[in-house]
T-cell receptor
Framework: SQELEQSPQSLIVQEGKNLTINCTSSKTLYGLYWYKQKYGEGLIFLMMLQKGGEEKSHEKITAKLDEKKQQSSLHITASQPSHAGIYLCGAVSSGGYQKVTFGTGTKLQVIP | DADVTQTPRNRITKTGKRIMLECSQTKGHDRMYWYRQDPGLGLRLIYYSFDVKDINKGEISDGYSVSRQAQAKFSLSLESAIPNQTALYFC????????????FGPGTRLTVL
């Protein structure tokens, strides 16, 4: 089965700083979702990457897919307290887009 | 109003009790999912349904059952709850026309004593 490893597991940054979260798959990535979860709440869809080298941005959050490395990175520029939460990646397997394996998440705290 | 709703939001119950968690959606999606989230284990798929007549087991279906009453409703039952079913449960929906991007409900926090 596919496994996803997210790093770091947790991160504390000062407001205004940039940060990067990585998601590495044990198998080929056919697609990759990024979600944000506020503590104890539902997941909010951020973006989906399909092709190697694809890069998408949503406000100050940019994600990129590196097919060869079987990895995706999520970069936040000039972090704000509103960015705090848990970021989860979800990988699409050969089984299709409806079968997604999720990582365990990266917990982000932004200190004002 | 939220597109995907879950009831109840919180529930405390005792070992051996039967519990039903309900999910409703107004997104018009055919596909619905139930996950549980545990600290350090991420989200794990319990059951999924591609339409009213199609129900499939996920990776951790033992101890759970589901019912797809209508396109918009998908309920999860714990026939005889046990403490290790204490978790945060999420319902999600998707549509093949949106590459099955999953949209999640707010979650139900279930505690089994």
């Amino acid at each position: 089965s596919q496994e996803l490893e997210q790093s770091p597991q947790s991160l504390i940054v000062q407001e205004g700083k940039n940060l990067t979260i990585n998601c590495t798959s044990s198998k080929t990535l056919y697609g990759l979702y990024w979600y944000k979860q506020k503590y104890g709440e539902g997941l909010i869809f951020l973006m989906m990457l399909q092709k190697g080298g694809e890069e998408k941005s949503h406000e100050k959050i940019t994600a990129k897919l590196d097919e060869k490395k079987q990895q995706s990175s999520l970069h936040i520029t000039a972090s704000q307290p509103s960015h705090a939460g848990i970021y989860l990646c979800g990988a699409v397997s050969s089984g299709g887009y409806q079968k997604v394996t999720f990582g365990t998440g990266t917990k982000l705290q932004v200190i004002p | 109003d939220a597109d995907v709703t879950q009831t109840p939001r919180n529930r405390i119950t005792k070992t051996g009790k039967r519990i039903m968690l309900e999910c409703s959606q107004t997104k018009g999606h055919d596909r619905m999912y139930w996950y549980r989230q545990d600290p350090g284990l991420g989200l794990r798929l319990i059951y999924y349904s591609f339409d009213v007549k199609d129900i499939n087991k996920g990776e951790i279906s033992d101890g759970y059952s589901v019912s797809r009453q209508a396109q918009a409703k998908f309920s999860l039952s714990l026939e005889s709850a046990i403490p290790n079913q204490t978790a945060l449960y999420f319902c999600a929906t998707s549509d093949a026309r949106e590459l099955d991007t999953q949209y999640f409900g707010p979650g139900t926090r279930l505690t089994v004593l």
